[in-house]
Structures are given as structure tokens and as C-alpha cells.
Nanobody
Framework: QVQLVESGGGSVQSGGSLRLSCAAS?????????MDWYRQAPGKQREWVAT???????SYADSVKGRFTISRDNAKKTVYLQMNSLKPEDTAVYYC???????WGQGTQVTVSS
């Protein structure tokens, strides 16, 4: 059983920044697993945002490349999403996901106003 808890969401103005955190607990070899961030805007399907692989490889959706940075602290079993230059279209509920267990967090709301 793996539990994921996101935090750090909030409301910011366009151009602002937020850092999301996702803490993992339970039976998980955190350092070995690929970790993802997804988001879901109102009325839209959930979409992939970024992935962190233990080897240090990261990948991003084109819509956030250059603005968002995914990182991880394996000792703390936590993955982060630093979001800069936020735009109103980034407004969504952001979810953390561990691929191996296909487990999801409860999500954290990010609202960007123009």
C-alpha cells in the first residue's frame, strides 16, 4: 500500500510561482520508482505534466517545458514541482502519481488569475 499526499497549492497571479510537494509513505522503494505529476482542469481530461526517473532523467509536457521543474528528495520520499511564470491556463488540480503502483494522491488545487 502506497500513500501519496500533495501540498503547496494555492492562488497566485499570472507570472507568479508555486512549489508543490508530494510525500510518499507505505511500502515503497521510493528511490527506485518513476514519479509523475499530472493535472486536471475543470471539464478537461487529466493530463501528464512531468516525470522524474531515479537516474536523474526528467521529462516535461511541451506546455510547461522551461517553466516547471520536477525534482525529488529520495531520503524524504518526496517529489516536488517548482512552477514558475504561471499562466491562467495552468489552473487545475495537480496530482502526484507513482507509476509502479499506479497510486495517486488526492490532488492540490492551483489557481492562476490574470
Amino acid at each position: 500500500q502506497v500513500q501519496l499526499v500533495e501540498s503547496g497549492g494555492g492562488s497566485v497571479q499570472s507570472g507568479g510561482s508555486l512549489r508543490l510537494s508530494c510525500a510518499a509513505s507505505g511500502s515503497i522503494f521510493f528511490s527506485a520508482y518513476a514519479m509523475d505529476w499530472y493535472r486536471q482542469a475543470p471539464g478537461k481530461q487529466r493530463e501528464w505534466v512531468a516525470t522524474s526517473i531515479n537516474s536523474g532523467i526528467t521529462s516535461y509536457a511541451d506546455s510547461v517545458k522551461g517553466r516547471f521543474t520536477i525534482s525529488r528528495d529520495n531520503a524524504k520520499k518526496t517529489v516536488y514541482l517548482q512552477m514558475n511564470s504561471l499562466k491562467p491556463e495552468d489552473t487545475a488540480v495537480y496530482y502526484c502519481h507513482v507509476e509502479y503502483h499506479d497510486s495517486w494522491g488526492q490532488g492540490t488545487q492551483v489557481t492562476v488569475s490574470s
